[in-house]
């Protein structure tokens, strides 16, 4: 498998078309427990171009009955993305991701709220700074350009990108 870069800007690019709307190529899910992750998956997607298809542990999207756990669930999102950077190279097709501290986010990033009980809740992504506080957009409760300062949460956790296996 060959390991692609992940385009930052164009994951910032699609969280700024579709931050206020829907992708009609995708399902909404703010009826259904929330969009967010759903909504972080995408732009992701808009910044590797490529999905992994193995079925109960994978990350991917066909459809509202065809994808994967990872594509809308903010637990299965993190635990798909750091296991994926943690298997061997040459096997684990898609993005993977290492968590990191607040202060080594950048931009095409995620940052993920949790309660004080372990139990995360919500997948914005980091689409810029002002003096060094991270902008964020978001579904379910749209944003583009939010402070990370005007949220309420118990705790963050933070998933930087480093890149994509190619199939």
């Not at 390991?3 to 206020?20: G, H, T």
């Not at 808009?46 to 994808?67: E, L, Q």
């Not at 992504?125 to 409760?141: C, K, M, N, S």
Request: proline content about 5%; charged content about 20%; hydrophobic content about 40%.
């Amino acid at each position: 498998m060959r390991i692609i870069e992940y385009d930052r800007l164009k994951a910032v690019a699609y969280a700024r078309e579709w931050a206020f709307r829907r992708n009609p190529a995708y399902y909404n899910f703010d009826g259904v427990g929330g969009d967010c992750t759903n909504f972080a998956s995408q732009c992701l997607f808009a910044g590797v171009g490529v999905m992994n298809y193995t079925s109960d542990i994978g990350w991917f999207y066909s459809s509202p009955n065809k994808r994967a756990a990872a594509w809308a669930g903010v637990e299965y999102f993190q635990r798909f993305l750091v296991n994926n950077a943690n298997i061997p190279i040459g096997s684990g097709a898609g993005p993977f991701a290492i968590e990191v501290p607040l202060s080594e986010v950048e931009i095409g990033d995620f940052i993920q709220f949790g309660r004080r009980t372990g139990e995360f809740y919500h997948t914005p992504v980091v689409v810029g700074f002002v003096r060094d506080e991270p902008l964020l957009a978001a579904h379910t409760f749209d944003a583009f350009n939010r402070p990370l300062s005007s949220y309420s949460f118990e705790q963050i956790r933070c998933l930087h990108i480093l890149g994509a296996r190619e199939p």
